[in-house]
């Protein structure tokens, strides 16, 4: 008899084995419909091959391993997969995962396969590829690929091989009931094993000691093979793998560690009969021994099912009684979960469907304070302090969790078991898990992120650092630039200063003989040789006087314009100068006119002896005050003259204008007014004459009479008409009307000063001009409204 | 020398004092510059306490300036990605009262999410994400890299289409666990009788 070691606490609830036990092992049929999830292992969920609609047969992969850590998954039996889509799984959440959906056809058509004949011909590597394509994961509950787990390091040797073969957990028969009918296939599945591991010490099949059937035929089985079958005493949970690595062999394996640390590998029972099925037979892992039991059931047994048949297939058969089971549980009483629909399929961890009646599994009586009795950590065994747990959990203390090795509990439950305060204490160690875990988690994102901000803070500062480094560029560029122009003022400045001086030496250049000529004239007029510049020279250097007065005019308007525009101090200076320029030009203007209106009366000048004279003569008398010497004769004489005089040059000066007109010349305005100046002399000469002739005739009617206008006011208004008419007689229609509106206008006012006379004086005739003033006003307004 | 203090004890005590001074003063003088602690260590603990969310949230632009912050005096309860737990870890290491969480509800783990129909390619949620989480190119799609992102919801203010949404990280199979149960204190005696009938 082998020494086994003891582990730590642990345990002895009822056992409930017998009531599965009593009959064989029951094929459970192919049910209508399969439902086979992806993630049945542990690890990446598997990745469907095939589609909707597609026709598979048994033994078909329908989803392949997508990773190291996964396994694929084979169709249990023919038929058509109708649906990959979320279906309830058995899992503690109550969730949905993907799943393949196949409608069985019934008729179990195989696909084509085939094994070896002997094992022992295929190299390590093709046996656990056989192994990984044929799907298989641990059957004993976590459903660890075993593919992985048998890669095992050349720089780990293997010392010993152990089946587990335990079954700890109430209940529970898969194990027992295998062994009892396939002792021999565990056996050739622990050849396999034996042959791949090549342990050096040892190959053991650890089984409590409260299946003896199981033990005896295993040891019938494994005579002459080397391996032994070890039976212990049974205590919950020697089933898990590191406790029953420490009752075979006394070792123990280091927290954080693996089993092929300490140079063990150990596997389930069930999974080496799938291993032997694998590799001898070429059959994947599509069905396995499932136990379903409960006071619920009549017919409490185990079952051979294939992957995804639904609970409700198995209870039906059963006879499953709903209204006595107060809960379904997948896998024990101890570590099992809760089903919340009997719909979820069998997978390849299924080991167990319990349906307990109310008095078999009551409801767990309400929580109660902890008393710190301490019996939870007397059969802990993992020789964990619970209870110290249970405080720093509930106080989130999660560092404390972790010095008090929170995750070396396997959570058999054992600690919630004996309490007697009934405290939940595994449920608190799995939450206080899934918390460390997740503020792991957070903590390598909070990593990440801070890593990403800290990475895109840098690069914005280094944009900002770049564009920074571009404007300071530019602005150095700029001033540079300034200070060279600074620097070096005479290459540039200079230039311009020194053309500006060609420019207006040249211009100088240009005029010097216009300049000449000038200074010629004016020393000559200072010596009196006026007479020598003939009137045409005069006529052509006043035109070019004005023409040049002209261009400093509209410059010197630019220039005014300009510093308006740019709000500059010498606006005032500028305005002034455009005034002079105008007064000069206007100044030229009129001389050139009355150059020209010389030149029309020269003729007349040259017939007369010397009106020049005589006139200068006229005026030393007049101011002498001897204007009575001059004879009526003679000042009708000398008025008509002037007349027509005038008349000559209004004519003249008018035929320049409409030329210059014609011509578009710039000198148009200043002919313009020379017209018009030339207008209101001859106006005026005409009226002095008819007042002459009207006082010279008004003389001999009326002798004692002194002043002529007051005596024939009549007359003197129809000459004055007349002289009126023949100027108008000359004029241009506009000219005519602003003409004769300016005289209306004249006349209107006259007759108002007559009539307000009249009036005063309580005069006859006030009606008449009343009457006179309204038609005037008439005329008026008609002439103006012809003008608009 | 010598004999003046050899006869006169005060002065030889006086003297050994004053060099033990010197001495000791001048090799702490050069341990303080030889071993300048460079940062400052608290906001550095603060820092790695704070779930990095950068979302601005406390009041200040990111996690390290509230780290700053709290390394200065600021209060401790101004982070709502943190919660409870942030606010007790850092109660814990500066050694003060944990204070309830200044914000109306602890916020909800959470990934921002663009509808990408309605999305117009503006860059300007790509311009606000703290950690390059968002994706696109102007006039293009954008998306957001939803294992980068945060969930500060910094993203969803910009958008002038309003077509990013903030969706609760949903529990997968993966990231599932088992709740807390009870505290056993919350129930009392009637209770009891209603967990048995």
């Known amino acids: ?788 | 020398m010598i004999e003046l203090i050899a006869q006169n004890p005060f002065i030889a005590s006086l003297l050994a004092l004053v060099s033990l001074g010197v001495v000791f003063g001048a090799l702490l003088g050069f341990a303080a510059v030889k071993f300048k602690t460079e940062g400052d260590p608290i906001a550095d603990q603060v820092e790695a306490l704070l779930p990095q969310t950068q979302c601005g949230q406390c009041g200040y632009p990111g996690c390290r300036p509230y780290a700053q912050a709290i390394a200065d005096g600021d209060d401790i309860n101004k982070c709502p990605p943190g919660g409870e737990a942030t606010i007790a870890a850092l109660a814990d290491l500066l050694g003060v009262e944990a204070k309830p969480l200044d914000a109306v509800e602890e916020s909800v783990p959470s990934v921002a999410y663009i509808r990408e129909d309605e999305c117009i390619g503006c860059t300007k949620c790509i311009q606000a994400c703290p950690v390059d989480a968002i994706l696109g190119s102007a006039k293009h799609m954008h998306t957001v890299i939803a294992s980068e992102c945060t969930g500060c919801d910094l993203c969803v203010e910009p958008c002038p289409v309003d077509c990013i949404e903030m969706r609760p990280i949903e529990t997968s199979l993966q990231t599932w666990h088992w709740d807390k149960p009870k505290p056993p204190e919350d129930l009392i005696a009637t209770d009891r009788s209603g967990a048995h009938a």
Not at chain 1, 282 to 308: D, H, K, M, W
Not at chain 1, 429 to 458: G, L, M, P, V
Not at chain 1, 623 to 650: F, P, W
Request: hydrophobic letters at 40%.
């Open chain 1, 1 to 788: 008899m082998r020494k086994v070691w003891d582990i730590h606490g642990g345990i002895h609830p009822a056992e409930n084995k017998q009531q599965s036990l009593q009959s064989p092992i029951q094929a459970a049929g192919i049910p209508p419909q399969l439902i086979l999830p992806l993630a049945q292992h542990i690890g990446a969920p598997a990745s469907p091959i095939i589609s909707v609609g597609d026709r598979v047969l048994k033994g078909q992969m329908i989803a392949e391993a997508k990773g190291f850590v996964s396994a694929p998954v084979h169709a249990p039996s023919s038929g058509t997969v109708v649906a990959i889509e979320p279906r309830l799984i058995p899992h503690p959440s109550g969730m949905s995962g993907n799943c393949i959906v196949i409608d069985t056809d019934g008729q179990d058509e195989w696909v084509k396969h085939s094994g070896v004949e002997d094992f022992r011909s295929l190299s390590k590597i093709d046996l656990i590829d056989r192994i990984r394509q044929a799907g298989i994961a641990g059957m004993g509950g976590a459903g660890f690929p075993s593919a992985v787990k048998l890669s095992t390091r050349d720089d780990k040797p293997i010392e010993t091989l152990i089946l587990n073969g335990t079954e700890c957990e109430p209940y529970i028969t898969a194990d027992d009931i295998l062994m009892r009918e396939r002792a021999a296939e565990i056996i050739a599945g622990a050849e396999i094993l034996r042959h791949l591991i090549r342990p050096s010490k040892e190959t053991l099949i650890g089984v409590e000691d409260n299946k003896p059937e199981g033990i005896a035929a295993l040891q019938k089985a494994a005579e002459g093979t080397g391996i032994e079958i070890v039976p212990f005493p049974t205590k919950y949970p020697s089933g898990g793998e590191k406790q029953l690595i420490q009752i075979l062999t006394g070792k123990e394996v280091p927290a954080g560690g693996l089993p092929a640390d300490t140079g063990i590998v150990c596997q389930n029972i069930g999974t080496a009969t799938a291993i032997y099925r694998a590799v001898c037979f070429g059959e994947p892992l599509i069905s396995r021994i499932t136990t379903i039991t409960g006071e619920a059931c009549s017919q409490p047994r185990n079952y051979e099912v294939l992957l995804g048949t639904p609970v409700q297939f198995l209870l039906d058969q059963s006879g499953f009684n709903k209204d006595n089971c107060i809960r379904l549980v997948m896998g024990g009483p101890m570590m099992g979960y809760t089903l919340q629909d009997t719909a979820v399929p069998i997978v390849k961890t299924s080991n167990c469907v319990l349906a307990p009646s109310v008095a078999e599994l009551p409801p767990p009586p309400p929580a109660q304070a902890c008393i710190r009795c301490g019996m939870c950590a007397e059969v802990c065994p993992v020789s964990l302090l619970p209870q110290q747990m249970y405080w720093f959990s509930r106080a989130q203390e999660h560092e404390k969790l972790e010095e008090h090795k929170l995750f070396d509990c396997i959570e058999c439950g054992a600690c919630s078991y004996v309490c007697p305060s009934n405290i939940p204490l595994v449920q608190y160690y799995r939450a206080s898990k899934a918390e460390i875990r997740q503020a792991q988690q957070d903590k390598i994102k909070a990593e990440r992120s801070k890593e990403r901000f800290e990475a895109r803070t840098a690069r914005l500062e280094q944009e900002e650092a770049e564009k920074e480094a571009k404007r300071a560029a530019r602005l150095k560029a700029a001033k540079d630039k300034a200070a060279a122009a600074a620097s070096n003022p005479d290459s540039g400045k200079a230039d311009l200063i020194q053309a500006a001086i060609e420019r207006s030496k040249a211009k100088k250049a240009d005029a010097a003989d216009p300049a000449h000529d000038a200074i010629a004239r004016a020393q000559a007029k200072r010596e009196g040789k006026v007479e020598e510049e003939s009137p045409a020279a005069k006529t052509e250097r006043l035109q070019l006087l004005i023409a040049s007065a002209e261009r400093r005019l509209t410059s010197a308007r630019e220039k005014l314009a300009l510093a308006k525009e740019q709000g500059g101090e010498n606006v005032e200076a500028f305005a002034t100068a455009v005034i002079k320029t105008e007064d000069k030009l206007t100044a030229l203007q009129k001389e050139i006119a009355e150059h020209q209106a010389s030149l029309t009366t020269a003729p007349s000048k040259n017939e007369e002896a010397d009106p020049a004279q005589a006139a200068i003569a006229r005026a030393m008398a007049k101011r002498a005050g001897n204007s009575t010497d001059e004879s009526d004769e003679d000042k009708t004489q000398r008025l008509q003259n002037l007349v027509a005089t005038t008349e000559k040059r209004l004519a003249a000066a008018q035929q320049k204008l409409s030329m210059a007109q014609e011509q578009n010349d710039a000198n148009v305005p200043a002919f313009a007014t020379g017209v018009e100046k030339t207008q209101n002399k001859l106006d005026a000469v005409k009226r002095e004459l008819a007042e002459h002739l009207a006082a010279l005739s008004a003389k001999p009617s009326s002798a004692s009479e002194a002043p002529a206008n007051s005596d024939d006011p009549v007359q003197a208004a129809i000459e004055r008409a007349k002289a009126a008419r023949s100027a108008q007689a000359n004029m241009s229609d506009e000219d005519k009307l602003k003409q004769s509106i300016a005289s209306l206008e004249n006349r209107i006012a006259r007759t108002q000063e007559k009539l307000q006379a009249a009036q005063a004086s309580g005069d006859d005739k006030a009606e008449i001009l009343a009457d006179s003033i309204a038609k005037l006003e008439d005329k008026l307004a008609s002439a103006k409204q012809q003008l608009g």
